[in-house]
């Protein structure tokens, strides 16, 4: 009688392992990170008379692919604190990088989430806190964005490490990139298991030669 072939029992534990901490996702670093929402503000910054359409196809896309993406994914969860705000106001009309920004940095003070705050060891030294992408970058949908198949991503606080890119974008991504992995990718040093902070962005999201 032949004996049974040996067992590769080294295999069985690494699967297990495998199974017991599955490779992270964008999802489950959002979901992780534990913020009580998450997501980008995009600002339309065009109204012309046939944009108000085409920003609502923009709207449409960017919604119904984060809750396809989302749904199938291991944290589905997130969808329930996910808030992108589409800011849809005349005044921006033609609006310049530099004052979008002044406006954005605006907004994020309102939140309570700027980026420096006094350390606790010395009240007069400022730290960074890091606050996920929400509060450091947004999406600027222009004329050209609703035209084309790219939007404006843009750093809210670009001083003092990124003077350059005072009033001008930070790079162009695709429509289609607005979502889990773009937030995911601009870094976050609190999320547990990735936690870094932002280099630069993976080539398949950027619109190259727009």
Known sequence: MSS???????????????????EPTPETNIRDCGYPKWGFVIYRTTYSPDSTSKWDQFKALVLSNLRKRITDSPAPEI?????????????????SIADLQRRFRTWVESEGMLPFKPSQSDSQEMVYVPRGARYEFFVMVDELA???????????????????EVGREHAKVWHIAVGTELYDELGDPNAPYTGRYYKS??????????
């Open 79 to 95: 969808l329930q604190n996910m808030d992108f705000i589409f800011v849809d106001d005349h005044s921006l009309d033609n609006i």
């Open 201 to 210: 962005l993976p080539s398949h999201l950027v619109a190259q030669g727009y």
């Open 4 to 22: 049974p072939p040996p067992s590769d029992s080294g295999s069985d534990i690494f699967k297990a392992d495998d199974d017991e901490f599955p």
């Open 146 to 164: 609703l035209a084309s198949p790219c939007v404006k991503l843009v750093r809210g606080f670009p001083e003092p490490e990124n003077p350059d």
